[in-house]
């Protein structure tokens, strides 16, 4: 294995236990990846609840406890935009009973 190689597998082990509760690499210091892992996982809810507050409204003071322990095992792919991500949050909200889906209105009902 390359010396490139070794700082890739490194890199990805890092980007782990940063996005998705991985270890914690050795030679990193674990309450530091735990901060920022922290501040990471602060920052996508912040987005989420901003791209959707519908969410977060119906969701109240569930929304930050749900969508943390969501984004956790779901790390969000690089190819994904922010909005699909949250489709899928919001699937995982109804598959786990979390959130009641909403019935059907036909348009010509008032």
Do not use: C, I, N
Not at 42 to 70: E, I, M, Q
């Amino acid at each position: 294995m390359t010396a490139r190689d070794e700082l890739a597998e490194r890199q990805l082990a890092l980007v782990r236990a940063l996005l998705a509760g991985g270890p914690v690499p050795a030679g990193f210091d674990a309450r530091r990846v735990g901060v920022e892992a922290a501040a990471l996982r602060s920052k996508r809810r912040s987005v989420a609840a901003h791209l959707r507050p519908d969410l977060a409204d119906l969701l109240d003071d569930r929304f930050g406890p749900l969508f943390d322990t969501w984004a956790r095992d779901h790390p969000k792919p690089a190819d994904l935009s922010f909005r699909a991500d949250l489709d899928r949050f919001e699937t995982w909200l109804y598959e786990g009973g979390h959130l009641e889906r909403p019935r059907r209105r036909w348009p010509w009902h008032r």
